[in-house]
């Protein structure tokens, strides 16, 4: 959708394990795509392990900024060193996601992030919806010299506030528990598309 897409990629999606992190960073993704980013052309993704493989971790952070990306969103949980190495590296603005798995471990990650030393600012998200709002702030800030963009936000804002309505006409109209059944019969199809979807 962007003017800007021709100069490649403007907000990278990297993570410290994929296999580990998709199922969260993900929702940066699908934020992006909500405000009509396209995935590969406006926003590109990185496996970068700063535990296993610190060099290719390193220069990402200091190349991407003369590659063209604008925002670097990082995904890590446990010991989550990468999205802090990337802030303290990294000339652009980056946005932490503290990835969970479990309590404890999404703890520590958080920890990790929100606890960074004076001078070294890396903004903080957590869990899925973190990710997801990571992917709305890179957008707001990418909106301040993108026009399409901030109009495509304000059609997502407009789309926040119709939905409430319609729910709470819909609890209105057809009653609770009516309401109620049908959101169980919507989530057990969303499962079942989910499960045949992988295998
Ligand atoms: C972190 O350690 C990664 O971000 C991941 O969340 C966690 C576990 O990684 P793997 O066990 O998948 O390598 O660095």
Redesign the pocket.
């Known amino acids: 959708m962007s003017k800007k897409k021709s100069q490649g990629p403007r907000v990278g999606i990297i ?3 994929a ?3 998709m199922e969260t960073m993900i929702k940066s993704g699908e934020a992006l795509n909500r405000l009509g980013l396209i995935d590969g052309t406006d926003y590109e993704w990185g496996n970068k ?4 493989t610190p060099d290719r971790a390193e220069e990402y952070a200091r190349t991407a900024k003369e590659r063209g990306v604008e925002i670097i969103i990082a ?8 999205p802090g190495m990337v802030a303290s590296m990294s000339k652009l603005p980056v946005l932490g996601v503290a ?1 969970t ?1 479990n309590p404890d ?1 999404l703890n520590r ?1 958080l920890g990790s992030m929100i606890g960074m030393p004076e001078g070294k600012p890396l903004a903080t998200f957590q869990g899925e919806s973190g990710a997801f709002n990571a992917g709305l702030f890179a957008a707001r800030i990418l909106s301040l010299h993108d026009p399409e963009l901030a109009d495509a936000y304000e059609v997502y804002e407009a789309s926040l506030v119709s939905g409430v309505i319609g729910v709470d006409e819909d609890l209105a109209t057809k009653g609770g528990h009516v309401f109620y059944d049908q959101l169980l019969a919507d989530k057990a199809a969303k499962e079942f598309a989910q499960k045949t979807y992988q295998g």
């Open positions: 993570m410290g394990s296999k580990t992190d392990s700063v535990h296993r995904g890590a949980g446990g010991s989550a060193h990468l990835v798995s471990v990650a």
